[in-house]
C-alpha cells in the first residue's frame, strides 16, 4: 500500500481494457460517443475549408458570386456541431454515470463476500476511499477521457489529412511546430495535474486538520497544547497556500507557451506561404486555411496530452479498484461444494449441500493457525464440541480466545489441520449453511442505521414484532430497552452510537438469538453492562443457552460459573478443563484467576475481606 497515490512513467493498458470492461453493458452509449468524437473533429476541421473556398472566390470574382452555398454551408456545419455536443454530453455523462454505479455495486458485492482477513490488512478509510473517489475518477475517464481522446486523435490526423491535401509542402513546415507542442504539453499537463492533486491532497489534509482540532477540543484543552496544535495547523495551511500558487503559476506559463507555439506555426505557414501567393503557387485561401490549422493544431493536442496524463496518474487508482473488484475471497465454497449444491436437497430435509441439518459434534483436530503477517497464535490445537453443551473461553488478553471463536465461525479457516462437523470437515460444507446455524456477538458489536427494533430483526428479517420482544426478553434486554426514550423505536445512530455501549451489547445478544441458531458464540457479549444487569442477562441467557452449543468467551469469570464446560486458554493452549467446581478444586490457574478477580470486586465495593 506504500503506492497508494503514486502516479506511473507510462500507461499501463492492460488495466485501463479492464477498467473499460464496466463499460461493455453500455456499449451503444459508447459507440455513439465515439462516432460523435469523430464527427465532431471533422466539422471542427471543415470550417476552415468553407472560409478557403470563400477567399478563393472572392479572390476569383470579387464580390459577384452567390453567397447563399457559403451561408447555408456554415449554418449546417454549426447546426451539426451544436448537435453533435449535446449528443457527446449526453453520452459522456451516461457512461460515467453508469460505470461509476456499476463499479461501485461490483465492489460493494466483492466486500460482501470477503473475508475477515481481508479487512485486516485494510484500513475503513482505504476501502472507503477506493469506492467514492476512486471510483468516479475511474467513471469521468471512461465517459469523457474516451471522448477527450477520440475528439483529440481524431481532429490530428484530420487536420494532418486535409493540410497534407491542400499543399504538402506548407504542411510539412505546419507540422514542425507539433514535436515541441507535444513534448512541451507532455510535460506541463502532468505536472500540472500534480499540483493539483497536491492541492486536494493539502485541502484535505486541512480540512482534517480542523476536524480533529474541533473534535478534540477537550482533550487539546486539558493537555494545554492549544499553540502547538495552532503551528501544526499554520504549517498544513502554509503548504496549501504553496501549492495552489504553484499549480496558478504552472498553468500561466503553459498556455501562454503552447499559445505561442501555435503563433510560431501560423507565422511559418504565412512567412513560407505568402512568398508562394505572391508568386501564385497558393492560394490566399488556402494560406489562410493553413494559418487557422496551425493556431489551432494545440487544442486537440492539449486534450490527448491531458487525457494521456490523466490516464497515468489515476492508474494507481485504477489498479486499486481493480485490486478490490477481482479480488477473490480466500474463504468461499470449493469447486467440490459448488457442485453439490442443490434445492432438491433442502426439500428431502437435509441442507443445500446434502448433509444433515444438525450437527452432533464439533472437533478441532490439530488445528493451527496465523494471521497474515502475524505470528503463530494456535499450533496442534485440538478441542471437542458437543451440541447442547456451554462452554466457556476465559484466559489472558491475547490468549487466543477470539481467535478460537472465528475459526470456529469459520471467519478464518485452519492454516494447519482440521474442523470437523460429525467427522466432515467444515471446507467440505457450504459456508451458507454453517452461516444459517451460527450466532456470533463480537468483541465490539456494530449496530446499522436504524432503530432497535430494526436492529434486533436483522438476526431474521421475516421476524414478528413479538419475536423481537420475545429475543429480547431472553436476554434480558426487554427493560432496558422499554427505558429508552422511545422504546424500541429509539434511533440508535450510525454505527449504534447513540446508545451506551452497554445497550448496543444487549441489543447485539438479542440480534443474536433471535436467530434460533445451533451455535451461539458469545465474545466478551456483556462486558459492558454493569454487574447487576449482567446477573438479570445471565439467568435469561441460561435458558437461551439451552439445546444449543453455546461458546462464551468472558474476562468476568463470574459470569462462566455455570457453563457445563470452562477451558483456561494460554498462548493458544488448553492448559486446564473442567466445570467450575473441578477446577476450583484443583487449585490451579483457574483458581488463581477466579480468587483474583474475587478480591478485586470486594476492594472495589469498599467490602472488607473475610
Ligand atoms: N486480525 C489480527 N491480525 C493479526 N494478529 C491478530 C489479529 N487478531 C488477533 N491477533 C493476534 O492474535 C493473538 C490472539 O488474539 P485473540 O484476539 O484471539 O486474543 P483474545 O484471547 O481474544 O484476547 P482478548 O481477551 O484481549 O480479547 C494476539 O497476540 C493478537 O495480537
Ligand atoms: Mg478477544
Redesign the pocket.
Known sequence: MNRMDDSRASVDWSAWKRILRFARPHRRDLIVLVLTGIATAVCDTLFPLITRSLIDHIEQFGAQFDLRPFVAGYAALTLALAAEVWVFIHCAERIAKHVSHDIRQAGFARLQELS??YF?RRPVGWLMARMTSDCDRLADIVGWGSFDMVWGSSSLVAITAVMFMLNWRLACVVLLVVPPLMIISRRFQRRILLSAREVRKTNSMVTAAYNESVMGVRTTKAFGREEENLNRFMEQSDRLYGASVRNALQSAVYLPLVMTLGSIGAAMALMYGGVQVMDGALSLGTLLAFMTYARHFFDPVQEVATVLAELQMAQASAERVLGLVETIPEIRDSEDVRERLSKGWIEQGMAEDGYPLCFERIEFRGVGFK?????R?LSDFNLGLRAGETVA?V????????????ILSRFYEPTDGQVLFDDVDYRSRSLAWLESITSVVL?APHLFRGTVRENIRYGRLEASDEEVEKAALLVAAHDAILSLEHGYDTDVGEGGGRLSSGQRQLVSLARAVIRDPQILVL??ATSSVDAETEQRIQRGLESAFRGRLSVI?A?RLTTVRSADRILV?DA?RIVEQGTHQELMALGGRYHQLYSGQRVDERVRRWEPRE
Open positions: 475477515f482477513s485486516d494471521y497474515e503477517d502475524g505470528q497464535v473461553l484466559g489472558a488478553t491475547g490468549a487466543g480466545k477470539t481467535t478460537i471463536a472465528g468483541q465474545d466478551e468467551i474476562h486458554i493458544g
